[in-house]
């Protein structure tokens, strides 16, 4: 059962995201990252809640991960 949270996690997050609750995406993304943290994805996602929130310093941290981890 535990190897589905990390997606089940992520879809929560991006219909959190879907519906403008980049806090609650955010903190779902965050629940993912625990489970699989090399899921370049939700730093992307992530990245964009932050930024929505006015939290460019962490959007950016983000998304220079999730550019590293996909070049």
Not at 2 to 29: M, T, V
């Amino acid at each position: 059962m535990k190897e589905h949270i990390p997606a089940d996690a992520k879809q929560r997050g991006n219909e959190a995201l879907a519906k403008g609750d980049y806090l609650g995406a955010s903190y779902l993304y965050i629940m993912a990252m625990h489970m699989d943290p090399l899921d370049a994805t939700l730093f992307s996602n992530r990245s964009l809640c932050w930024l929505s929130l006015g939290d460019g310093k962490s959007a950016l941290s983000d998304a220079q991960q999730c550019k590293m981890m996909r070049p």
